[in-house]
């Protein structure tokens, strides 16, 4: 866990997950294994996220938010209380998608 990290009563963090600086976890929160959230992303009460999952750089899920296995959020992508993303769901800005489209057909 990077500096200023922190993780509420009753989180836990599987082997091999990381947490960027600043990042934060509410109480009861948990991270399967492989998971990691990028700097100064934050979760709510009751979040989990599932193995391999992953969020940008200051990302932020909602009290109660659940993201499924291999799941994904780009960079400053926020998901509000209670929502959730399927196994293998990713959400990326458009144009980080563009940008991908754009260096494949290059």
């Known amino acids: 866990m990077g500096k200023g990290s922190s993780m509420g009563k009753g989180s836990s963090m599987g082997k091999g997950s990381s947490m960027g600086k600043g990042s934060s976890m ?8 492989g998971s990691s ?3 100064g992303s934050s979760m709510g009460k009751g979040s989990s996220m599932g193995k391999g999952s992953s969020m940008g750089k200051g990302s ?3 009290k109660g938010s659940s993201m499924g296995k291999g799941s994904s ?4 992508f926020s998901m509000g209380k209670g929502s959730s993303m ?3 769901f990713s959400e990326v800005p458009l144009y980080e998608v563009a940008r ?3 260096m494949v057909v290059a």
């Open 26 to 33: 509410g109480k009861g929160f948990g991270m399967g294994k």
């Open 37 to 39: 959230m990028g700097k």
């Open 60 to 62: 932020s899920m909602g």
């Open 73 to 76: 959020m780009g960079k400053g």
């Open 86 to 88: 399927g196994k293998g």
């Open 100 to 102: 991908k489209t754009i």
